[in-house]
């Protein structure tokens, strides 16, 4: 039987981020599984905004690291990932926005984020498609970018195949082997793996597999989605990207085209039972091409963007998330069971804090002081959860309609 030290499921951002940050931290033989090709799950669906500014000064601290790993992931593999650092605009209206937006400067101005409070007439020139109510109010992060979640999530997997990670593609993993109060490995279709650990990194799949040794993960794949225009003169990749929390909507470059997205009022989910085993796979029926959620968010957008009312929409990508009922993620041991780790409940935020959640769960199985605090994480902070409970599935589903920042 091969045995590792720690074996990651999910050849995804996080499998990969976590797989890095153990090689890093000599972590001893780390296997990582990947039912299909790496790279290639929700992680290269995503938007890839990576917005630093954040209400939870924790959370800032996890989005830093996930730069700092771009850069060392660049160092290591000799190849650019491609970060475009447009910097991030916020543009708030109503009052109630606007204080928020005050409280998130007020935060991320203590976590050491630049920013700048920015007047309409530069930001008109700086962002051309932008149209500005009277009296909203701007800040500006000039550090922020975006990154293509494919490059991201192979950059790390890359990095940690330099330092000695093994990575076995086509490899499903059917069923953690679970002896009494232990995870002892994993099982395939072909042989049984042991290891003194195991990352559940599943993505959207993590909670089938937990769910199968009585490990209720709490959280629901949820959609997530995005259209982009066609292109336009006042379209350029050098532009920042913007956050319109009275739209409920962001948008950025895409190259000379415009990618939006919109949290909609009633966010569409897929109960966990019924994934199909790879994204492209996944339908929906609740508006299975978008255009109800586009028709629901367009008027309040083409406040800002009234270009929405003529321009062609060239693509639609919808993938899933994970969400959870309050935002967090879902890291680290389940109480009562040795050996076993989750790395997921990503609440659409796990390109940007995949390097956070890296360096915080391969603290967790080495023993390290952890750089932020796990407590908000704990996979038993609702108590005992039934994830496939339909009940369950639609607090989750509400958890990201009234999510408004990026
Ligand atoms: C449309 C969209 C836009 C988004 N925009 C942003 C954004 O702007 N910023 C941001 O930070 N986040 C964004 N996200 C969220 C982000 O994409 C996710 O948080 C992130 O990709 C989650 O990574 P993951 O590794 O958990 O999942 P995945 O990338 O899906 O990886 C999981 C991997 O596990 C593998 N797997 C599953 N089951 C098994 C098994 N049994 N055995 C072996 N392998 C298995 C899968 O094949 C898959 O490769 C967006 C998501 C979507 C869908």
């Not at 890095?20 to 669906?45: C, D, M, P, T, W």
């Not at 995503?46 to 690291?65: N, Q, Y």
């Not at 559940?200 to 769910?211: E, F, K």
């Not at 270009?307 to 693509?315: N, P, Q």
Request: aromatic share 8%; with cysteine; glycine share 10%.
């Amino acid at each position: 039987m091969r045995s590792y030290d720690v074996i990651v499921i999910g050849g995804g951002v996080l499998g990969g981020a976590v797989a890095f940050y153990l090689a890093k931290q000599k972590a001893g033989r780390i296997l990582l599984l990947e039912r299909n090709v790496i790279a290639q799950g929700n992680s290269s669906l995503a938007a890839g905004l990576l917005t630093r500014g954040r209400f939870k000064p924790d959370l800032i601290s996890m989005v830093l690291e996930t730069y700092a790993a771009i850069h060392e992931i660049e160092t290591r593999t000799g190849k650019s990932l491609d970060t475009r650092r447009t910097g991030c605009m916020y543009a708030a209206v109503s009052p109630e926005h606007q204080k928020n937006l005050r409280e998130l400067a007020a935060v991320s101005a203590q976590g050491g984020l630049r920013m700048e409070w920015e007047d309409t007439a530069r930001v008109s020139q700086l962002i051309p498609w932008l149209h500005l109510p009277r009296g909203a109010s701007l800040l500006f992060m000039p550090e922020d970018g975006y990154v293509d979640g494919y490059l991201l999530a192979s950059g790390y997997i890359k990095a940690a195949r330099l330092l000695g990670v093994e990575v076995n593609e086509n490899s499903p993993v059917s069923a953690l082997v679970r002896q009494g109060d232990r995870v002892t490995g994993v099982r395939t279709a072909h042989e049984e793996i042991s290891a003194a650990t195991v990352v559940d990194a599943a993505g959207v799949w993590a909670g089938l597999l937990a769910h199968e040794i009585g490990v209720g993960l709490p959280m629901a794949p949820i959609r997530s989605h995005y259209w982009i225009t066609d292109s336009h003169r006042s379209f350029s990749p050098n532009q920042p990207f913007v956050i319109l929390p009275d739209a409920r909507a962001y948008a950025r470059p895409e190259f000379n085209h415009l990618l939006f997205g919109f949290r909609e009022k009633k966010s569409a989910s897929i109960h966990p039972a019924n994934l199909p085993v790879s994204i492209n796979g996944i339908t929906f029926k609740q508006d299975p091409r978008g255009w109800d959620t586009l028709m629901e968010g367009a008027p309040k957008l083409s406040l800002f963007f009234p270009l929405i009312e003529e321009i062609k929409i060239t693509s639609y990508i919808r993938g899933l998330s994970n969400y959870t009922p309050d935002g967090n993620f879902v890291l680290g041991a389940f109480p009562g069971l040795e050996g076993f780790i989750a790395a997921t409940g990503c609440a659409g935020a796990g390109i940007a804090m995949s390097g956070g959640i890296g360096r915080l769960v391969s603290e967790l199985i080495t023993g390290q002081q952890p750089f932020v605090d796990p407590t908000p994480h704990r996979i038993d902070r609702f108590g005992l959860i039934d994830p496939q409970d339909p009940a369950f599935i639609q607090i989750c589903a509400d958890a990201r309609s009234g999510k408004v920042t990026g």
